[in-house]
């Protein structure tokens, strides 16, 4: 057997694992090599890749990803949907996890493989600037990314990586980080537990020796697809851009939706080819394993009925994406925006972030209706209500007391509701008070300027905002939100005294506000 195509006698020397020229037995298996560039920035940077070239295939090298996956499991439902959406992908989704666990150091396949590591950035796109998506144009940062041999123009495939990736956790650290939280709602969070393992396995997926998807035989390519869907923001309801369906919270709702068109493939087709719900799939298995619980944050979550249409902002640390349904119709997210929650992170192609096919091929997925709750496994609803439940129990060991003043004066309807508000902990001691003025009723919590209040011993910010429409006061505080109108569960309101005349101050402009008040309890 003549020597490795390309790869020089120092290269397989320079390889990880080392290839010896002379053994012609010790070439088989797949090993990295090249470097390119990578001694010029650290010194440190060959021994970080090696190492999560080995950490990453420890997230997919062991039972329940490489075989024997439970479709019914809460990581294979949350990631790659349900059964009766992707049983027609299942054999294929299983043999690539299975092939890409062959893909580690040593003598695992009886032919060489090579991957060239690249820290030299050939096609140009680590510094690269590409918006998050909707409103938030801050740039994203690149990572890394992933060519197979006809996009590098080579003989082997490559993986480039960025200055960025080289900050990121080693798996040990990334477990020891996320686990270190005692707060449920951290520690739970998958996110917190992402580092350099799975964006090596991200990268790799993309390549046709992992996934075994040369022409597309057997396994489809696998890629980073794009989503579209609607969203609800300030009462209106807007349409996002496409964007690619990065991290834990986009990867959820890619399998948990059904696409907008019924002449679509259904959620499995997109699931086996898009790379971070397989590589979120096994990062939650390994968590799971690490820590002995799953990691169920964040949560995809369908809006009360009836309840408050404006949440609070939305932040990277809230674990909820939170949708409205509405029958057979396409979902609405409720102030949910891409921003910290995918985004940008990594390119594998040219342009403004684009996909890597054009829209409307076929491939990326415009998010409809919800699949029906009941194809879903009691164990998994039974399941997922004790975790909420861990949530609140956290939330509720801290309960502050709210006493608020609405007020209600003959000023234009878009200005003209006020409040003096009272917050005080769990022991009674005040946290914050409504200044006193001569000069207005209170501070105002209209709609186009809702009142926002965070101070020493609130987690999180309080925000008030009146409502004409339905007659009651919204309340959001982290990802909990209720109105002056909710009576029971662990954040609720009563009414002290007498209600207000709905029809408003009489005799106005010359009669002065009218008021009430209500005395509310949340977890602060």
């Not at 666990?101 to 590409?130: F, H, M, Q, Y």
């Not at 390519?221 to 369906?245: C, M, N, P, Q, V």
């Not at 004066?409 to 878009?414: G, R």
């Not at 209170?442 to 609130?458: E, F, V």
Request: proline fraction near 7%; charged fraction near 25%.
């Amino acid at each position: 057997m003549p020597r490795p195509e390309d790869i020089t006698e120092q290269q397989m020397k320079d390889a990880f694992p080392e290839r010896d020229p002379a053994n012609v037995t010790n070439w088989y298996g797949t090993s990295l090599y090249g470097w390119d560039g990578c001694d010029d920035i650290n010194k440190l940077i060959k021994g970080w890749i090696k190492e999560a070239y080995t950490d990453a295939n420890k997230l997919v090298n062991y039972d329940g990803v490489k075989s024997n996956i439970n479709w019914d499991s809460a990581a294979a439902l949350e990631y790659l949907g349900p059964s009766a959406y992707n049983k027609d992908q299942q054999k294929q989704i299983q043999a690539v996890f299975a092939n890409v666990a062959t893909v580690k150091e040593g003598i695992s396949w009886w032919t060489p493989n090579w991957i060239r590591v690249r820290c030299d950035d050939p096609a140009g796109l680590c510094s690269k600037k590409c918006p998050t998506s909707q409103e938030n144009k801050d740039p994203a940062v690149v990572l890394a990314y992933a060519r197979n041999p006809v996009q590098a123009g080579e003989k082997y495939p490559d993986i480039s990586f960025c200055p960025e990736f080289y900050g990121l956790r080693n798996l040990g650290n990334a477990i020891a980080y996320g686990s270190g939280f005692s707060n449920p709602n951290m520690k739970n969070d998958l996110s917190n537990y992402e580092g350099r393992a799975n964006t090596f396995l991200h990268e790799l997926m993309h390549l046709d020796l992992a996934a075994d998807s040369v022409k597309e035989s057997p396994n489809p390519h696998i890629r980073d697809l794009k989503i579209k869907f609607t969203y609800i923001k300030d009462g209106e309801i807007k349409t996002s851009g496409w964007t690619k369906a990065y991290g834990p919270s986009l990867a959820k709702i890619l399998a948990r939706f059904q696409p907008i068109s019924i002449s679509s493939p259904q959620t499995g087709y997109f699931v086996q080819r898009n790379v971070d719900n397989l590589v979120s799939f096994a990062l939650a298995n390994y968590v799971q394993n690490q820590i002995r619980s799953y990691p169920f944050l964040p949560i995809v979550y369908d809006i009360i009925k009836g309840g408050p249409m404006l949440p609070p902002k939305r932040e990277s640390t809230d674990p909820f994406v939170i949708f409205a349904a509405d029958g057979d119709k396409p979902v609405s997210f409720v102030n949910f925006t891409t921003a910290d929650n995918g985004g940008a992170r990594q390119l594998e192609d040219g342009g403004d972030c684009p996909t890597v096919l054009e829209n409307d091929s076929g491939e990326d997925l415009e998010i409809g209706a919800p699949i029906p709750s009941d194809l879903y496994p009691k164990s998994y609803w039974d399941e997922r209500n004790k975790w909420l439940e861990a949530i609140k129990g956290e939330d509720s060991s801290k309960t502050c007391k709210l006493a608020i003043r609405e007020i209600w004066t003959c000023e234009p309807v878009e200005s003209n509701l006020y409040a003096s508000v009272k917050i005080t902990d769990a022991y009674g001691d005040e946290i914050y008070a409504s200044p006193q003025s001569t000069r207005t009723p209170g501070q105002p919590i209209n709609d186009a300027n809702p009142l926002s209040l965070q101070k020493n011993g609130m987690k999180n910010a309080l925000v008030i905002t009146g409502e004409h429409t339905n007659d009651y006061i919204q309340f959001a505080y982290g990802s909990t939100f209720w109105t002056s109108g909710t009576k029971d569960g662990i954040v609720h309101c009563t009414l002290r005294g007498d209600d207000w005349n709905k029809s408003g101050p009489p005799g106005c402009p010359a009669a002065p506000a009218i008021s009430r008040d209500f005395d509310c309890e949340f977890p602060c």
